[in-house]
RNA sequence: GGAGGCGUCGCCUAGUGGCCGAUGGCGCCGGUCUUGAAAACCGGUAGGGCGCGAGCCCUCGUGGGUUCAAAUCCCACCGCCUCCGCCA
């Protein structure tokens, strides 16, 4: 959720926004005429309860003979009172329906424009240059009992894989090396329910345009979890944070579900795009001055990562027109994919500055008194295209897979080969 | 699944219809005292909304109901605890 103060003294600066993102800024007089209706509802509730509590504390105290006709106007005004708490009532759903629409704020410094807009901050390492011809991952994974997609869909359908083997044990080796990463940098690992009830949901920003990608159980009124991130930030909600304890970071491991809604057809094959998967989440909350940096050092812990790996990379600023509904800034990065011969999206760290904890309702404390604080998140590792770009970048003419040094140790080999596991 | 109990301001706690938004203690903050500290004493210490302002309004798990008036009575829901059953 906006600040709404801002959208009363500047509502251009908030239609621009929605503008940016392509979306609709009209919008934006929606919220400004529910605003209006909601205060103009709330002044008449409270002169008609000031009125209604004065006089009932004068009916104990009043002669016999008054009582009768004091207890007569208050039971009419009890019935004005209620008409009135209704009407606030329905003003104040109205305005939050309302204001719950709106995305948040676009950075300034975002690029503008839409999914093909984004500027590319760096790029890191060198695609391989094989003297053979590639094979994609899931011929890898084949051949190293890693992956196995088609029993997967036997089983649960399309977009669903076993891990086996070798497979399992990269998945423990890449949480593991990211749980050591992670803890040196101060989160605290935490393993969080991966159903959340609808305000989890909804304070998260992702039952707006995002509705479509979740998963949920109609019977019980669970959503299951797109990203750690859901039950993290909602981890505070309706907590006040003494600003002290800030930053405060989490490790989010779970498992991750989307619908893929709506990319039918892209990605099918393999395990680049499925609905069920593992990954490790940092989230951040801290002062809204300090997270345009904090963003900045999830970048850079992301990026640690992926070097460690030693998977070529690059940063993009992800353009306005395709950032989350409550991203400010958005920073992705890409691995480099050989039979694709293009980069992907592995990691993706945005700053939702206070647009979760407005809606979550998580503030801070500090000398200038309580206020919403700002929360982010970054991907240390999504499991299932870290394979994909591990398994590619690595591989040798016979289908081994050489493993970096910061995965050995966890992994217990410096290779990967055909039918040794 | 059955039976019962509980849910008050960071924590503990008082409060069974009328100046109760709410008692007291702990904790915390400020002050006095002290070379400094502790102790003692004094004061402060929830959040939100409306209004230029004095100020007013809302919130005692949540939502409804009864009443002129509800933290206090009734109902439903949510959460926690105990016992029984069931499953592991």
Same mark, same amino acid.
């Given at each position: ?25 009209? /919008?934006?007089? @929606? !919220?400004?005429? *529910? %605003?209006?209706?909601? =205060?103009? &509802? ?5 002169? #008609? ?34 008409? /009135?708490?209704? @009407? !606030?009532?329905? *003003? %104040?759903?109205?305005? =939050?329906? &309302? ?5 948040? #704020? ?316």
């Amino acid at each position: 959720m906006i600040d709404l103060r801002i959208l009363r003294e500047d509502p251009e600066r908030v239609r621009a926004s929605q503008r940016a993102r392509g979306e609709d800024p009209s /919008a934006v007089d @929606a !919220v400004l005429a *529910a %605003d209006e209706t909601r =205060r103009a &509802a709330v002044a008449r509730f409270e002169s #008609l309860r000031a009125e209604q509590k004065a006089l009932g504390r004068r009916i104990p105290a009043a002669p016999q003979e008054e009582k009768a006709d004091l207890l007569a106007r208050a039971k009419e005004l009890a019935a004005l009172v209620k008409e /009135a708490e209704e @009407a !606030v009532r329905s *003003a %104040d759903t109205a305005l =939050r329906e &309302a204001a719950l629409v709106l995305s948040n #704020l676009v950075d300034e410094a975002a690029p503008r424009g839409g999914e093909d807009d984004f500027v590319v901050l760096e790029t890191v390492g060198r695609p391989p240059e094989f003297d053979f011809p590639p094979r994609d991952h899931l011929e890898l994974g084949n051949l190293l009992a890693a992956i196995d997609t088609e029993r997967a869909a036997k089983v649960s359908g399309s977009r669903f894989y076993y891990l086996t083997g070798v497979g399992a044990r990269l998945q423990l080796a890449l949480v593991a090396l990211a749980v050591a990463q992670a803890t040196e940098a101060g989160f605290i690992p935490v393993i969080p329910p991966v159903l959340v009830r609808p305000p989890a949901m909804e304070g998260t920003g992702f039952l707006g345009q995002a509705a479509e990608n979740v998963f949920h159980l109609e019977k019980d009124d669970f959503y299951l979890v797109g990203t750690s991130e859901v039950s993290l930030a909602a981890y505070h909600m309706d907590e006040i944070l003494d600003v002290a304890s800030l930053p405060r970071r989490y490790l989010g491991i779970s498992t991750c579900f989307r619908r893929e809604a709506g990319s039918h057809g892209k990605d099918t094959r393999g395990i680049i795009r499925v609905h069920q998967f593992d990954k490790v989440e940092m989230f951040s909350f801290t002062t809204p001055e300090e997270s345009a940096a904090e963003h900045r050092r999830l970048l850079e812990w992301e990026k640690q990562f992926l070097v460690a790996l030693e998977i070529p990379f690059r940063v993009i600023d992800v353009a306005s027109g395709d950032l989350g509904a409550s991203a400010a800034r958005k920073f992705d990065c890409e691995a480099w994919i050989p039979t694709q011969g293009r980069y992907r999206e592995v990691t993706s760290t945005s700053n939702c500055t206070e647009f979760q904890a407005r809606r979550l309702n998580i503030r801070l404390r500090d000398d200038g008194g309580v206020r919403p604080l700002a929360t982010l998140n970054g991907t240390l590792v999504a499991i299932p295209r870290t394979i994909v770009a591990l398994l590619e970048n690595h591989q040798r003419p016979d289908g081994s897979v050489y493993v970096p040094p910061a995965l050995r140790d966890y992994l217990g080999t410096d290779i990967l080969r055909p039918g040794h596991v």
